[in-house]
């Protein structure tokens, strides 16, 4: 199956800094990345859809400005969580999607102190 | 909303066979997923149905009612690392095909 990267798999910073994700698809290319966060034993919760040359569209509920993305080519996509938070702590997954399916990345584990 | 239901926990023995159902909103579907996630990982594709029927994949099959909006992820055979949660997820007709997931269901395989 395809192939999804993530870096880093973990990171932990200070509270007020910024973190920047980011997701890779290695071997195909994906005009459509999706965002999301996990909290302890909850399931997947979709932030923002990533769009290669256009603006994220983001979730309901979802600031913008605080999780900003950028889709820079046909196999990257960052996601920066800005003037992160302890609540900002949690699992972050990219997903990359072909005709069929998506293939989800590894995972960013994020803890802010 | 688009909710996606399915049991929270569930509980097997190895060897046996276990089904974990899934009810969904029927309006606007395009298709259903289903993955696995272990603890601390990412989700990994396990199967895709758009029709109705039974997909069959050696011990793992998945069934499909569109009309019912049901869909259920049959485990033959249980192996101590089919201990996992099982995600159901649907794609609705929007541009970009996004998933929206079910809460999981946490399966434990014990001896």
């Known amino acids: 199956g395809a192939v999804v990267s993530q870096h880093p798999s973990w990171v932990i910073c200070k509270s007020g800094t910024s973190v920047k994700i980011e997701c890779r698809s290695l071997d195909f290319q994906a005009t459509t990345m999706f965002w999301y966060r996990q909290f302890p034993k909850q399931s997947l919760m979709l932030m923002a859809t990533s769009n290669e040359g256009s603006k994220a569209t983001y979730e309901q509920g979802v600031e913008k400005d605080k999780f900003l993305i950028n889709h820079a080519s046909l196999t990257l996509s960052t996601l920066t969580v800005t003037s992160a938070h302890p609540e900002d702590s949690s699992f972050y997954i990219c997903?990359?999607?072909?005709?069929?399916?998506?293939?989800f990345g590894p995972g960013t584990r994020l803890l802010v102190l | 909303g688009q909710n996606i239901d399915q049991p929270t926990e569930m509980t097997a023995t190895e060897g046996a066979i276990v089904q974990i159902n899934c009810t969904y909103q029927t309006s606007g579907f395009n298709g259903l997923f289903w993955y696995q996630q272990h603890a601390g990982e990412a989700p990994t594709f396990l199967s895709y149905n758009v029709l109705d029927g039974l997909e069959e994949k050696g011990r793992f099959s998945s069934f499909l009612s569109r009309s019912k909006g049901y869909s259920y992820l049959l485990l033959k055979e249980l192996q101590m690392k089919d201990s996992a949660s099982y995600l159901c997820?649907?794609?609705?007709?929007?541009?970009?095909?996004?998933?929206?997931f079910g809460t999981g269901t946490r399966l434990l395989v014990s001896p």
């Open positions: 997903s990359a999607r072909d005709q069929r399916t998506q293939y």
């Open positions: 997820a649907v794609s609705y007709n929007t541009g970009f095909q996004k998933l929206v």
